[in-house]
């Protein structure tokens, strides 16, 4: 709520409108400032969208670097048997393979005699040592009930897991391999009041599982392997075993994803196009409005598009047949936006010449490959965007100490235009007391001497 002021209502002299119109004039520099400061925190803006815009090509541009774009679709006859998948850039390479799977790995699974609900163990005078593939480990025991025991076991991280069982009438030590793989079998040791516990001769212990191997045949030839998630038989390939199938082979293909790949490249297309078009809604100018975009004139900013639109141009040297991008059948518009004009051109390149269309963008000269460096650098400690965005909003920031110390100045001002204001005002009044005065004395004097 604005003060009320009384200044000037006995004089009738307009104080308030009087300091209104000198604070106007005063505050124009104020609101140049304000302009200026808007005008670079606009600018701020600006840069940010295209931030946004060129991490966005950016994440396209990666989509089609390196090895993706030979990346293959892997299928299983059976998944329910045998799951399949395989890694971007893992080296795999298209064909098909018939697996008959005879056995699945497991792990070894031991468990103990019954155990009285209220039957308590000493540590004194007892050990427990468990082997696993090889490495022995000693479990610190303490007093107490199976329970606490189970507890020690698992504390002493040996490889297995313990567990307790109960059978109806009384408990039983579960100790399970942590493991499979035949390699990965459990041994344990014992003496004293766990001494049940031990396995071999004489032991109350019995192997309910036993640790193996996953068995398998691959195209005829015998795989055996540790886990049931195998990594290695097929270079690239994952295979997840889930059921045997003796008698009834799993056919497991590998093919180009040509759809993928497709669809990977027009998606690196639109967002270049985004991208450009971004970058000129930042940059334009109106001759028809005669008005300016907020980064027109900006350098930084047209060097965004510049330097991406180089590499695009660039023939790639270790891409087979093909150099450019409208070998396979992107070429640029007039209106400097990317066209795929002729998808059939692609499609006849990924079928007759898959390689080098991977080769194009993904190889250590290839367009993508080129881009992502571009992008990175951008987008970098050292990139344009910080070194932009740094200087203006130092801009911003010291255009703000300026604004604070000048409207802490106008506030002064605006406090001695008013109180010379007032002053005024009240010598008007006291002029005004003063004629009235006067004039009352020169009437009577008037009245006494006959005029």
């Known amino acids: 709520m604005a003060a009320i002021s009384g200044a000037g209502m006995l004089s009738g002299l307009p104080v308030d409108d009087l300091v209104s119109s000198l604070m106007k004039i005063e505050q124009q520099p104020l609101a140049n400032l304000q302009s200026k400061q808007a005008s670079f925190n606009a600018k701020l803006s600006a840069f940010g969208t295209l931030k946004s815009a060129v991490s966005a090509f950016q994440a396209a541009v ?20 045998i799951g399949v998948s395989v890694a971007k850039g893992s080296g795999a390479t298209a064909g098909s393979y018939a697996i ?9 699974k031991l468990v103990s005699g019954g155990v009285a609900a209220n039957t308590s163990f000493t540590a004194a005078g007892s050990t427990m040592d468990i082997t696993v593939g090889g490495k022995t480990t000693s479990v610190t025991l303490t007093d107490g009930s199976l329970s606490t025991l189970a507890g020690n076991i698992n504390k002493a991280n040996a490889g297995v897991t313990a567990t307790i069982l109960n059978d109806g009438t009384s408990d039983r030590l579960v100790i399970t391999g942590n493991n499979t793989g035949s390699a990965n079998g459990v041994g344990i040791a014992a003496t004293g009041s766990v001494a049940m516990f031990a396995t071999g001769t004489g032991s109350t212990m019995t192997r309910s599982q036993t640790a193996q191997n996953a068995e398998m045949t691959i195209d005829g030839v015998a795989v055996s392997k540790a886990s049931n998630t195998v990594t290695d038989a097929i270079k690239g390939v994952t295979l997840n075993l889930a059921q045997t199938n003796v008698g009834s082979p799993v056919k497991i ?9 497709t669809a990977n490249i027009t998606a690196f297309v639109d967002a270049y196009n985004t991208l450009a078009t971004a970058v000129g809604k930042q940059t334009a100018y109106n001759a028809a409005t005669k008005t300016s975009a ?32 409208s070998d396979i059948g992107i070429s640029f518009q007039r209106d400097g936006t990317l066209k795929l004009e002729k998808p059939d051109k692609l499609k006849s390149a990924l ?3 898959f390689t080098a269309v991977s080769s194009l963008f993904g190889s250590a000269d290839g367009i993508g490959t080129r881009l992502a460096k571009v992008t990175d650098d951008m987008l970098g400690a050292k990139g344009v965007f910080k070194t932009r965005t740094d200087g203006l909003n130092s801009t911003i920031d010291s255009l703000g100490k300026s604004r604070d110390r000048m409207e802490l100045q106008l506030a002064q001002t605006e406090k001695r235009y008013r109180a010379q204001f007032t002053s005024l005002d ?11 005065y006067l004039s009352q004395q020169l009437a009577a004097l008037a009245a006494n001497s006959g005029y």
Do not use: F, H, P
């Not at 009240?426 to 009235?436: H, P």
């Open 62 to 81: 990666k989509n089609v670097s390196g090895d993706a774009l030979s990346a293959l679709t892997a299928t299983s006859s059976k998944t329910d048997t």
């Open 253 to 261: 293909s590998l093919a180009k994803d040509t759809g993928a790949i």
């Open 426 to 436: 009240t010598m008007m009044v006291n002029m005004q007391s003063m004629t009235g």
């Open 351 to 353: 079928e007759t010449n």
């Open 294 to 325: 907020v980064l027109n004139g900006d350098a930084s900013a047209r060097s965004i598009l510049t330097n991406v639109r180089a590499e695009l141009g660039k023939a790639v040297s270790d891409a087979g047949g093909l150099k450019t991008l």
């Open 100 to 108: 008959e799977v005879s056995k699945l790995a497991q792990s070894d």
